[in-house]
């Protein structure tokens, strides 16, 4: 005989059913499944494969805590003749008056359990955002390990959830005592919420090295979800985690349960510090993700002043007031790395990027700040943003170099809110090109041209074709490599750097369209994405310019050159092509992805400034916004000083 | 009762044993809580003679049971409480039998299997179900309910 218990007390984790039955079956064993944590509303383990299905109907079946009652129900009627005989014969069959109270509940069965699952879910987005909370377990959750089995025989998660606060035993207490919609009771499902220390209650018997082995530690708590207004469970679940949070000496005493009791705390209690200011995040792509990592992987000690709490995607957006803790984050990010659109996120809502941004904003937000790393055209975003008093950073080239009247209409927008647009990571990823511009022109600096290779795509396959590589080879290297766009023509014909030169050179002082720059493409006419040419069709036919390409490295090595595309730009004009170099410019020594800006400048002159590293991929890419985020953070609080200073009267 | 098997489950749960009463046309079936019932005449005894073995508003909820959980008809038996469940389902082995149980099932559960395989009801293996075919290599080849 097989007993399954899925989802498992108090850990929730998952049993395949269907797995287990076929095992248990091939040697001949019966399986008994233990349905009470979801019931058959959820749950019917039959058609999955079980022989038994058993219940304590004190659960969800009856559904208000006012039976104590059990059930077993069997797939064959011969077994079950069986163990009806048995159950008469020991005398532990259901009393009439309880049985009469249990078929009352399982009427209201269905409709409990939707509200269940919407308390549940409040509740996990709750306690998923607190700081104080360290790790919840909850099958809903993409990360929790048992996910997918759950999402195929399940029809619901479930309202059991189980989580662990920061500070043992002390902070469980005091969460116990500060909740008022959770009674600190044993058992679950009932129509009123619950809330149960395993160590202490329902797993006390165990030993403390076997609630050690079963994953059961001091700080765990579990709570059944009721069926009261979800919005009034998940307030009281964070005003209760506010005060442990508030309480603060957790720090402390985590310290000291982790060494000897004779040995001084190491840690101290927290500092009070400023309210951090709020990232909402446009795109959820590659850089996205990266840059939610760079984020939660900072050193709690050297946490900058920033926290993500918002998320937005073509498909939808979740936000989190407050912000989102670290592992909402991580299971957001292992979500979007899935492939799945946030609107499917817990507390995810379908809703077009704009009617996001003007959702958020309507919230008490904290010296908000928007990064639009998507590759869209986001304009009438940016301007919502900007018109509601969100800072901007930009990782996405589209929008600064869109014409001439819409860039100006982002700037006014900025100006007339107070606002600012940051955008390093459009030029050059991480590299400190836009910084550097900047500190050169505030220092009244005249910049006379900027010339450099600012695509690493491009100059991974110039490194590429040098060593002698077919182009339809190093361009599949590339591919591979995840250094191009979908489209790689975006990439060859040199709209990607003509966009980049726009930006940098509307910096310094031009004014014109992407029309107006010299673009020298690297894809035929008769391959080109006008021709309708599908992107699959072009990486099809990359063969044929083999030959061509070949010809041309030939010839540029027999002259001891090496190929380069090149941007340059003045404040007047903007050229990009191809060029020839000697293996000695500093272009020809470029390699890898390696992006290079040469600026002349009236200081400047007879050796001008260089800059050259990395520049694609989402890792520097991400860290030049990460930046950009930081320099926005600090000269905040010198503006909210001066403001202060200001109002002191002298 | 009418025919309500191919109505959904949330129907049916709704509608368990409604209006099935004959002797006045309740909606809500009356609670039987005599604990003995008459017989009809000598040896003639009627579907229910003592609640113990059985009775019409424990047998009501049954069907409901069985019904939701997809199992057979009369395929239920409604216990005392959720271990007297259990301790039912272990009547099925005997000694020498083997029961693989998850390694952190419930708690009470955890202790009744422990308490019988000590005194030899069955032999015990705590596994870890959640990990693909942990329970099949701990069959004990001679288990009648392995056989």
Known sequence: MVLIETPSNPLLRITDIRAVAELAHAAGALVVADNTFLSPALQQPIALGADLVIHSTTKYLNGHSDVVGGAVVAADKSLADELAWWANCLGITGAPFDSYLTLRGVRTLHSRIRDHLASAEAVVEALCR????????????????????????????????????????????????????????????????????????????????????????????????????????????????????????????????TSSETLAPRTQPLAPSPQPADVILLGAGAIGRELVRQLSDVPDDARPPLRVCGLIDRSGYVFAEGGFSRDRLAELRALKSAGQPLCEAIGGRPAPALHAVNEIARHQLSRPILVDATPADTHDVLLAALGAGLDVVLANKVPLAAEQQLVDRLHETARASGRRILNEATVGAGLPVIDTLRKLLEAGDEVLSIEGCPSGTLGFLFGELGRGEPFSVALGRAIALGYTEPDQRVDLSGLDVARKALILARAIGFRGELSDVQVESLVPAHLSAETGLAPAEFLRRAGELDALWATRVNDARRKGKVLRYRAHVTPGTIAVGLVAVKLTDPLGALHGTDNQFTFTTARYRARPLVITGPGAGPAVTAAGVFNDLLRLEASRERRSVTEYGDAIPA | MSDQSNFSATTRAVRAAIATDREHGAVVPPIHLSSTFAFEGFNKPRTFDYTRSGNPTRSQLADALSALEGGAPGGAVVTSTGMSAVTLVLQLLQPGDTIVAPHDCYGGTQRLLRGLSKRGHFNLVFADLTVAGAAAPQAAPRDRAWS
Do not use: K
């Open chain 1, 130 to 257: 607190h700081p104080a909370v360290s790790r919840v377990y909850y099958p809903g959750l993409a990360t929790h390990p048992g996910h997918d089995i759950a999402r195929a025989q399940q029809s619901g998660f479930g309202a059991m959830v189980s989580f662990e606060v920061h500070g043992g035993t002390r902070s469980v207490e005091l969460l116990a005592a500060n909740l008022r919609c959770f009674t600190l009771a044993e058992s679950l499902g009932g129509v009123e919420s619950l809330i149960a220390h395993p160590a202490t209650m329902t797993h006390s018997s165990m030993d403390a090295d076997a609630r050690a082995v079963a994953g059961i530690s001091d700080s765990l708590v579990r709570l059944s979800c009721g069926i009261e207004s979800p919005e009034d469970l998940a307030r009281d679940v964070t005003e209760a985690l506010n005060e442990v949070l508030g309480a603060r000496d957790w720090v402390l005493s985590a310290s000291i349960q």
